[in-house]
């Protein structure tokens, strides 16, 4: 069993901060959103990674290789993004017939994992939504077994949505597939996509079958990703014990997270608030927000906020998003 992880997408629903963050390096809840996916298949028993890189490709790597140094791991590159299908298709030579889980490098999802991991069959992650003619959609039977697959529709048959997760048995016949795409110029919005594979899998009698999972937190724009950091905070209660903290006059409203290295004084932190580490943050309030590394906030009122990485944020605001290595004084 191999894990693919396509991350090579520019991330631009989250600018400034993808141009110099890598959206699944954007931190969540206290992880990135790619450790995040890497943790789960790693606690059901897989070992094997193929990351697929592109934008910003050696800051994946680096990370990768530093917070999981114990994994077998692979990097292919697509130079040029035509879809999710043609980042599959460039794995083919370290896949060759092997099992594979593909998980789309912004999904989080809750869902069993090593029920989907060891399953005897090829299956396909769902969700109810309101709108499904945003994402892939899955018509189903009474079993849950899929019928039909399609790529944002302008008529949607089903709010049955594609969440991004794939565990795919046949992999032979998934490349053959993607290669029939490519060489009959099957594109959809412009890309070859991974959902019309699959369904070209299903019409050459392939057994594709649902799973639904559990909950699917949007991390793809900065008030969704701000929603998903607060409901994950609250699943998972922070990492900070309110009773215990040793920040100098600061008062800590759960539930948050806060990573080693930070300095806090004279504050109001929460709720729903993740700090990256070896962050400053004086005289200021913060509450709804994500909190880069190495920033400095001083005398601040940041409310539904996401700061990148090495900013500098002084004076007074209420709703921001600011990109890495930026400064502001409000003064």
Not at 92 to 109: A, F, H, R, Y
Not at 164 to 177: N, S, V
Not at 237 to 242: A, D, I, K, L, Y
Request: aromatic share 6%; charged share 20%; hydrophobic share 40%.
């Amino acid at each position: 069993m191999k894990a693919i992880i396509p991350v090579a997408g520019a991330g631009t629903k989250l600018r400034p901060h993808t141009y110099t963050q890598p959206k699944a390096l954007i931190p969540i809840a206290g992880k990135t959103i790619l450790s995040i996916i890497v943790d789960q298949l790693q606690e059901a028993g897989v070992t094997e990674f193929i990351f697929i890189v592109g934008y910003l490709g050696e800051k994946i790597q680096d990370y990768v290789k530093g917070a999981y140094p114990h994994l077998t791991t692979h990097f292919v590159f697509q130079n040029e993004r035509h879809g999710t299908g043609h980042a599959i298709k460039l794995t083919q030579p370290l896949v060759k017939n092997d099992e594979v889980i593909v998980v789309l490098g912004d999904t989080v999802c809750e869902f069993d994992v090593k029920q989907v991991v060891t399953s005897s069959q090829s299956v396909v992650g769902v969700k109810k939504v309101d709108d499904p003619r945003n994402f892939g959609v899955a018509e189903l039977d009474d079993n849950e077994n899929i019928e039909r697959l399609v790529e944002k529709p302008a008529i949607p048959k089903s709010n049955m949505a594609l969440v991004g997760i794939y565990k795919i048995k046949e992999t032979a016949l998934l490349f053959e597939c993607l290669a029939q795409l490519v060489k009959e110029n099957i594109k959809t919005n412009g890309d070859y996509n991974l959902t019309d594979a699959l369904q070209c899998m299903v019409v050459k009698g392939a057994k594709l079958k649902a799973f639904r999972v559990k909950s699917w937190f949007d991390c793809g724009r900065k008030d969704t990703l701000l929603e998903s950091n607060a409901t994950l905070l609250k699943k998972g209660g922070g990492n900070v014990n309110p009773n215990s903290h040793t920040h100098e006059n600061t008062i800590i409203i759960p539930p948050v997270s806060i990573a080693p290295g930070c300095l806090i004084r004279n504050s109001v932190i929460g709720p729903h608030v993740a700090i990256g580490s070896n962050t400053s943050i004086q005289n200021s309030l913060v509450r709804d927000s994500i909190i880069g590394s190495y920033t400095s906030l001083f005398e601040v009122v940041l409310d539904n906020s996401l700061i990148g990485s090495d900013a500098a944020v002084k004076g007074l605001s209420r709703s921001l998003n600011i990109g890495d290595n930026t400064e502001i004084d409000f003064g």
